[in-house]
């Protein structure tokens, strides 16, 4: 069974998308429900026809479609998150949102799954990556050399923000440190500059 196409179109950084199936959204909407009824449907079928181990088979063996996030402008062409290797990783496209060449991957330092790398706007050839180290729930930004792929800074921050500046190689990140004794939460907004190497703590609020 082919699901009808109902093309939305938008527009992205100047380049147009279609996404044609945008009405399976609506989860509620009748037409919606007998999909899914359908799809439910024809899966049964297909796990009845043969055995389940050849199906996993060729489901592993099939050749599955490119998909990016969290894309963002650099001058170059863009910078987004896709997977390679079964793993999440960052990647450099060109203008046409094609010839990916990574620049951080997984197990590039200490098993960090990178989710999004935001740009410098004074200079894009750096770039933050934003990820979560394994076992840890904090946020963790790596602050890195897109060309050289050189990692020049490791930061840990337990409110995930991380921001850079507008007119200057300065990110700031936000941090909270809660004290068991006190019973107080520490906010803390952190200042690294790129061209010095030191952090200084810009803002702190207790309470």
Excluded at 177 to 192: A, H, S
């Amino acid at each position: 069974m082919e699901t009808q196409k109902r093309p939305v179109v938008e527009e992205f950084f100047g380049h147009e998308l279609t996404d044609n199936y945008r009405w399976l959204e609506n989860a509620r909407d009748s037409e919606v429900l007998k999909w899914v009824a359908d799809e439910n449907h024809r899966t049964d079928e297909w796990f009845d026809e043969e055995t389940l181990e050849k199906k996993i088979g060729e489901l592993k063996a099939a050749e599955p479609g490119k998909i990016f996030s969290s894309i963002k402008r650099c001058e170059d062409g863009y910078l987004a998150c896709t997977s390679k290797g079964g793993f999440p990783a960052i990647v450099h496209l060109d203008e046409n949102l094609e010839n990916e060449e990574p620049v951080f991957r997984r197990y590039d330092v200490e098993k960090i799954t990178p989710s999004e790398a935001i740009p410098s706007e004074q200079n894009d050839r750096y770039i933050a990556v934003r990820g979560m180290k394994d076992g840890d729930n904090k946020g963790t930004f790596l602050i890195m050399d897109r060309i050289t792929k050189k990692v020049i800074k490791q930061i840990t921050s337990a409110t995930w923000s991380g921001v850079w500046s507008a007119n200057s190689l300065n990110f700031y990140t936000g941090h909270a440190y809660y004290d068991d004794e006190t019973k107080l939460t520490t906010l803390r907004v952190v200042c690294y500059d790129l061209m010095n190497g030191k952090e200084a703590i810009v803002y702190e609020e207790c309470g």
